[in-house]
């Protein structure tokens, strides 16, 4: 289920379903301990009028969600014309303390006075273990519950904006002896009192309101968040002192700063892109942690189908996603994401798999003993080469001495010396470790084009730092493996660039002649071929004409991709991210108009919010897999900032 609203500061990251009910709740870390995974989580809204409650995610509810504060903030907008009501929603995290605020606008649409009960539910296991015994209790003195556990401290409280507090409050225990939750207790109109309960627990509150025919009111409500209850009651304290209206101005304001860059890019596009534009950028913002990690997605859809999330940091994904950030001229986010990936770079020189928000090794299914006997590090080597070019890049916008201070010799040189000597004596070309795609142990075209650009790019950092050696070393490396590559990676036959080898310890090798875009994605993007080379333009065609759907710009990310197809008989599902690589390449070769044509169509595939999913269904056009994903949202980004013609420095 896609997220239509995501809303983060750096430390408390939420994601809103699309009945606006919170089904994400990451803290102290985007992306990690996520305190409302479940789907018995979900965090209930319901209305009890004319004898009858009706929940937010009851099916007689339509919904509609934007993000129309220049900031990321979200307003949603529920209806239900047979109830006579609408909710209007704005909701926000602070941008100084941890805290989710929901300001809720309950609108009496009949022609007659009514009594009103709102009723507001929030449920946690907190820790992201479904064994964890937590604690609710009522805090009678704060007008407030208290969820615990351990280190995490969540303190729940809601009132009109009259200032008075709801009139009834329950908790009690969910997931066992049959218990959906106390948010049954509020079928009825009236919740017992309970004041503390421990296991998994919940909590709800009542609020009254008595409207006048096509009157209204509005309801605050927050979630104050801490490591202690002294914590999450300095920041419960807090809201009341400032009041939603102010910490929504003083929000708004931290991201109306914050977007200047954004905005200053938006207005270089066409005005049709310019809405989606900013959208994606604060949603790719939304998934950057405030002490580096960027997440590839906060969306947990995924955990209803497979064993884990997609809430991790990968290395490939956060510097796809800060290489727009880099050229739009921002500069803290991607400084703390080089941080992270030097506090994580192994003793010898390359980033593992994946991370977590918290710096630690993620999960992973890649073994350091091979099929074949090999023993090698489970990683793609990609990730290291890519975070090292876009390094490089970064480096060269800002030509900063710091950034050579702080990251030259405890992460540069490292990364370097590691792709220089992680070389097979067979064929020249480097040794195998698993495909971007996370999927085959091999040589793929892709990392062998990026390990080539990235020592090119790491001997000029060595220029700039009197490393002569360095120099001298990575560039003969380069130029080592880019001759290797011209002899082994295309297939003069069928004019297209392999997927890959698969070099076996005796020193033979096997060719896979998959077709897999991201091979000549690689070759181009990163200088091994010219773009306007013979060998890619024909691949490029070649994946037109095998690739493509006719009537659409959808395109899988390789021939025969499984993963998520609806059915084996089928064709696989589309990526946006293989689409805006296509439209990358012909903005390269000077064919505007296509790129403009497969940017519409990814648009035309974005939720009224800006996001966009992983995968879109190739037969019903939906979204599939998780929404949003960062990586792609950020080269939607990427794809619109290469139609800008910037001035050359002559003009």
Not at 254 to 283: N, T, V, Y
Not at 416 to 435: K, N, Q, W
Request: aromatic share 12%; net charge negative.
């Amino acid at each position: 289920m896609a997220r239509p609203i995501v809303l983060s500061n750096g430390e408390l990251h939420i994601g809103l379903n699309k009945f606006g009910l919170v089904h994400d709740f990451y803290y102290p870390y985007v992306g990690h301990e996520n305190h409302a995974a479940d789907n018995s989580l979900r965090h209930h809204i319901g209305v009890y009028v004319d004898g009858s409650i009706s929940w937010l995610d009851g099916g007689d509810w339509s919904f509609e969600f934007s993000y129309p504060h220049r900031a990321l903030v979200g307003h949603i907008i529920a209806k239900n014309p047979s109830k006579g009501l609408i909710l209007e929603f704005d909701d926000l995290v602070d941008c100084d303390y941890s805290a989710l605020m929901r300001n809720i606008h309950v609108i009496n649409d009949c022609d007659r006075p009514r009594e009103i009960r709102v009723f507001l539910h929030q449920a946690f296991i907190i820790g992201d273990a479904m064994s964890n015994t937590d604690t609710v209790q009522y805090l009678p003195n704060d007008h407030a519950m208290f969820h615990y556990h351990g280190r995490r401290a969540f303190v729940a409280s809601c009132r009109v904006d009259k200032g008075e507090w709801y009139d009834q409050y329950t908790c009690g225990l969910f997931g066992i002896e049959g218990k959906d939750g106390t948010f049954r207790d509020a079928e009825d109109g009236e919740l017992t009192a309970c004041n503390v309960e421990h296991g998994h627990v919940d909590s709800t509150f009542r609020l009254v309101l008595n409207l006048e025919a096509h009157d209204s009111a509005r309801i605050d409500y927050w979630i104050a968040c801490g490591t202690s209850l002294r914590e999450a009651l300095f920041i419960h304290k807090a809201v009341q002192k400032h009041g939603f209206i102010n910490r929504y101005d003083a929000t708004c304001h931290w991201w109306h700063q914050w977007i200047i860059p954004l905005e200053k890019s938006a207005s270089k596009l066409l005005p049709e892109f310019r809405k989606s534009f900013i959208e994606s950028g604060l949603i790719a913002k939304a998934h950057m942690d405030k002490r580096g990690a960027v997440i590839a997605s906060t969306d947990t859809a995924m955990l209803e189908a497979w064993l884990d999330v997609y809430g991790y940091a990968w290395p490939r994904d956060g510097a796809y996603v800060l290489w727009p950030f880099i050229r739009m001229g921002y500069y803290d986010e991607p400084y703390r994401f080089f941080e992270f990936c030097r506090r994580g770079l192994n003793p010898n020189g390359y980033l593992s798999h994946k991370y977590r928000a918290d710096g630690a090794l993620g999960s992973s299914w890649h073994p350091y003993l091979h099929e074949d006997g090999t023993i090698a590090p489970p990683i793609q080597e990609d990730e290291t080469a890519l975070v090292l070019f876009v390094f490089t890049q970064f480096y060269m916008m800002n030509e900063d001495p710091k950034l050579l201070h702080d990251f030259y010799q405890s992460m540069v040189a490292p990364m370097a010396e590691f792709l220089s000597d992680y070389v097979d004596h067979h064929t020249g070309l480097p040794r195998a470790s698993y495909d971007l795609w996370e999927e085959n142990f091999m040589v793929s075209t892709y990392t062998v084009s990026i390990v080539i650009a990235a020592l090119q790019v790491a001997a000029g950092l060595a220029e700039a730092c009197a490393d002569t050696d360095s120099v001298i070393k990575w560039r003969s490396a380069a130029d080592g493996i880019a001759e290797a590559a011209k002899k082994h990676l295309y297939d003069e036959e069928s004019h297209r660039f392999y997927k890959g080898l698969y070099v076996h310890p005796d020193g033979t090798s096997e060719i896979d002649k998959t077709l897999d875009i991201s091979s000549t994605f690689g070759v181009f993007m990163y200088g091994l071929y010219a773009t306007d080379s013979e060998e890619v333009r024909m691949s490029m065609k070649v994946i037109r004409d095998q690739l493509g759907t006719p009537g659409s710009y959808g395109l899988p990310r390789y021939e025969r991709d499984a993963y998520l197809r609806p059915n084996n008989d089928s064709k696989s599902n589309w990526w946006p991210i293989a689409s805006m690589w296509w439209a990358q390449y012909e903005l390269e070769v000077g064919d505007k108009e296509l790129a403009l044509s497969i940017i519409r169509w990814i648009q035309s595939k974005m939720t009224p919010t800006g996001i966009l999913s992983e995968q879109i269904n190739p037969i019903s056009g939906e979204t599939l897999s998780v929404a949003p994903l960062a990586w792609s949202q950020a080269e939607y980004l990427s794809t619109l900032l290469d139609t800008v013609i910037e001035p050359s420095n002559d003009e």
